[in-house]
């Protein structure tokens, strides 16, 4: 599969190398392991290239699990929209697990801990544990209950379990070190009480196991053995460690930490999607000014560009961000040969042909893609009455415009020389026609060489032309907004503008998703949504031109 191939080195890798090697392990295991309380985002797009390519590189597995232990905020809806996303970047797992299918044996676990003298119930509140926990540079304090037997502990878990206790009444915690200098080993929370609707289990559960708990324990009943995560995790992985050693696993994953992927002028952490999509900001998580792996499949973006900015970004324990630009590259890079090259109109100026005779439609060649030329070539109609962009016209031009004014003359692109004899204008003094002579000599391909024009401009055959409504985006935030105290400061009130022009009539009947380059425009995508109405709907997925280098 092309989604798997060889990538460059990077120091998980070297790892994996080093454990294949030595035979400590036999063969690689690697998992993607979302909530499903979000749609992922191109973050979520890095760590999906890396657990996949990872393992399928040296012939592994890897699976796709839900980290499904917070009931409250999840949904199926997720779980489908995850599914159709990882499969969409061109990834298949080989098992597919629910966090919750493991709460039997996570509940045996925190039995056994209490047992072996390892966790205890706690009733502090989450005020006064948040208060004993201490801080950075002081110990915090042993909790009332810590002494609790093994017996009480065991009664009271049950308990908590048979649902006989009100949400946050008491937690389990593990029992670890109250002075230990990594805040994370001073006695966490293992389990809470959550009186709530699992979408798996339903209400078979009314406790619930913390991240730190039920994460290693997931990795290791799958056989995961490269547990790979986001750098904040770091100090959590003594705990990790703790987890898997004191509850007795078999299996011993490890846990390997790499900077997140960030891009400039964007937003990405799914609380601030979520409340972009909950209060109407964006029109759904699939919005095409959205950096989530659905809104950008439905702007236009290809899976391809979005595994070379996963690859080019490289895996690394430093920070940065990727400027948002790299993306865009990537995608001119990938859609270049690929998308079919037409003539769209973004906004129309009508045009004349007077000496063009009334009625006469002829058909002109046209190649599909200059630079690819097995994408053949089409026949475009050409008659009296065409559109052309209205910046393609100038009543008083400066300098160095070589487009139409009056008396200049340009080629039509695919066409003729057209010169401009008049302009019409509206009561508001704004350009609503122009009226232009075109030279029969002058066809594209007749190998005309009787005199030159500067210009080039692109048009659409009016009588035929397809209605269009473009959408143009531009960056969701501002420049350089990243401070702002409110993320909804950052929002770029000109993100979006609709434009309404035409296309070819070999557009009609496009299917959605369809990615075409309109000719000095950029690349466009038909919209997911759009349904065969009258109105093709298009989005620009990105503009031609660009100052970035890789
Ligand atoms: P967010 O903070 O954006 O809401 P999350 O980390 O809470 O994301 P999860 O569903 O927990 O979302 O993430 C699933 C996996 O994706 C985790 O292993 C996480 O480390 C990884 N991941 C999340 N964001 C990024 C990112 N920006 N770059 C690389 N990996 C990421
Ligand atoms: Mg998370």
Known sequence: MEATKATSSHFIKNVVIEDLQAGRVSQVVTRFPPEPNGYLHIGHAKSIWLNFTLADEFGGRTHLRFDDTNPVKEDEEYV????????????????????????????????????????????????QMRESRGTLTEPGKDSPYRGRSVEENLALFERMRAGEFPDGAMVLRAKIDMASPNVNMRDPVLYRIAHATHHNTGDKWCIYPM?????????????????????????????????????????????????????????????????????????????????????????????????SLCEETGVSKSNGQAD?????HFIREDLKLKAPRTMAVLRPLKVVITNYPEGQVELLEAKNNNENPEMGSRMIPFSREIYIEQDDFMENPPNKYFRLFPGNEVRLMNAYFIKCEEFVKDADGNVVELRCTYDPETKSGSGFTGRKVKGTIHWVEASQA?????????????????????????????????????VEPGMRGVEPQTKFQFNRHGYFNVDSRYTGGDRIVFNRIVSLKSSFEL
């Open 80 to 127: 489908r929209a995850i599914k159709e996303d990882v499969k969409w970047l061109g990834f298949d797992w080989d098992a597919l697990y629910f966090a919750s299918d493991f709460f039997d044996e996570m509940y045996n676990r925190a039995v056994l801990l209490i047992q072996r003298g390892k966790a205890y119930v706690c009733e502090l509140t989450a005020e």
């Open 324 to 328: 948002y630009r790299m993306l865009e």
């Open 466 to 502: 397809v209605p269009a409504e473009m959408y143009l985006f531009e960056s969701l935030v501002k420049e350089d907004s990243e401070d702002a105290e409110d993320f909804k400061d950052r929002l770029n009130p000109a993100s979006l503008e609709i434009v309404h022009g035409f």
């Open 211 to 307: 991240y730190d708990y039920a994460h290693p324990l997931e990795d290791a009943i799958e056989g995961i053995t490269h547990s790979i995560c986001t750098l904040e995790f770091e100090d959590h992985r003594p705990l990790y460690d703790w987890v898997i050693r004191e509850c007795e696993m078999e299996s011993t994953p490890h846990q390997y930490e790499f900077s997140k992927l960030l891009l400039t002028n964007t937003i990405m952490g799914k609380r601030y999607l979520r409340q972009l999509v909950e209060e109407g900001l964006v029109d759904g998580w699939d919005d095409p000014r959205l950096p989530t792996l659905s809104g950008l499949r439905r702007r236009g973006v290809t899976s391809e560009a979005i595994r």
